[in-house]
């Protein structure tokens, strides 16, 4: 690589690491949580768990009525309205219930129903309680809503440039030295330059993932608006004009139909009439896969609030399914215990570079600094020092 290339390339790497680093690292700190979300709530006492059933209904469990699961949601807050019901694909057990004042409601109330036994277990923490809810909306969109999304998402591109950059440079460095190796007989900055570069082509194909379906996952409020002005706006075409529905057929009797209709599949969600997966006139009942990768891919079925009856079913756009399969290999929950140890030493590697690297630049800045100050130096004592000369 020629000279002037190589130092494009150091600049490229240079300002688009120093630019993303510090939001990186803390995206590292707070995804770092979250790939243990369940242990966490679970020692924090936020992470809801069904009861124990007694041991003649435990051999063969059996499946609650979902209206009498609705209604007993319901009946703690009587004035609110259901927006969505679901399910963990780990935790079949339990429904989630969340009412509000109206289907767009921020501000709702989670409820968690036994499925079995139609009876409310208790009303979860907001997003696993106030710790596992701050790490969360920090990782999300740092308390910013889409713009903070938004921004993240640049800083991901940043960072899959500077991983791009680093390769570059990273290659024609390797060839004067065996691969992996660290110069423990040379100076401190040269023992973190070689251990930023072997930690740096060790995390590089995980840290490509990680940002690239970040930076993805960044873009799901303008992908999902986008799908429903397009595929959802053309699936309601017929019901223009009408005035919404003021009584709802039976949940369960939707729910039966949307899973006779998609054999082999489980209900992921339910959107209530009004919510943005849904419509006014509809039940949005998305189902899923029942595998762990799977169980990430929703297909909807659009059902008649007042008759129950199906209107569409179709397959999510490439863009939905390319969002919905970024997100278990951003946070790689999908592959059990030893994948989210991989994922946090992983997590834990890509810190030690950001912070390596940042260090390096703080010492090659001094470093600079100083060869500046003594070039200025020697500068101005040079005519004293020709004049000493020539006096002698």
């Not at 701050?134 to 713009?147: E, I, K, Q, S, W």
């Not at 008649?304 to 490439?318: C, V, Y």
Request: one cysteine or more; proline letters at 6%.
């Amino acid at each position: 690589m020629s000279p002037t290339k190589l130092r494009r390339w150091s600049w490229i790497h240079k300002w688009s690491s120093l630019v993303c680093t510090v939001f990186m690292l803390l995206l590292c700190l707070t995804g770092l949580p979250l790939i243990y979300h369940h242990e966490i709530g679970h020692l924090l006492g936020t992470d809801v768990e069904a009861p124990a059933l007694p041991a003649a209904m435990a051999a063969n469990p059996p499946r609650g009525n979902i209206d009498a699961v609705l209604a007993s949601a319901q009946a703690l807050y009587p004035a609110k309205i259901p927006m969505y019901m679901s399910q963990e694909a780990d935790e079949p057990a339990i429904w989630n219930v969340t009412l509000g004042d109206h289907p767009n409601d921020e501000h709702y109330k989670p409820i968690a129903v036994d499925a079995r036994t139609t009876q409310v277990i208790t009303e979860p923490a907001f997003e696993g309680g106030v710790f596992m809810s701050t790490m969360f909306r920090l990782h999300v969109d740092l308390f910013a809503g889409l713009y903070g999304k938004l921004f993240l998402g640049f800083m991901g591109l940043l960072l899959i440039v500077a991983v791009v950059s680093g390769v570059v440079l990273y290659a024609p460095f390797m060839r004067k030295l065996d691969f992996g190796s660290v110069r423990q007989e040379r100076s401190k900055v040269i023992k973190w330059l070689d251990l930023h570069n072997l930690l740096g082509i060790v995390t590089l194909v995980w840290v490509f993932v990680v940002g690239a379906t970040g930076m993805v996952n960044t873009w799901a409020d303008l992908l999902l608006k986008y799908w429903q002005a397009t595929e959802v706006a053309e699936m309601l075409k017929p019901y223009e004009g009408q005035p919404p529905v003021k009584q709802t057929a039976s949940i369960h009797d939707a729910i039966l139909r949307a899973e006779a209709a998609e054999p082999g599949m489980k209900v992921g969600f339910v959107a209530f009439p009004g919510t943005p997966f849904s419509s006014s006139h509809h039940y949005g009942i998305f189902m899923r896969g029942d595998e762990a990768f799977s169980s990430r891919l929703y297909k909807p079925v659009l059902i008649d609030a007042a008759t129950g009856e199906i209107t569409d079913r179709r397959e999510l756009p490439w863009y939905l399914t390319a969002l919905l399969l970024s997100q278990p290999l951003h946070f790689g929950d999908y592959g059990g215990q030893p994948m989210k140890l991989l994922w946090a030493l992983l997590d834990i590697g890509t810190m030690i570079v950001l912070g390596s690297g940042l260090y390096l630049w703080f010492k090659r800045g001094r470093a600079a600094k100083k060869t500046v100050k003594e070039a200025r130096a020697a500068a101005h004592d040079a005519p004293a020092l020709a004049r000493s000369t020539e006096a002698s």
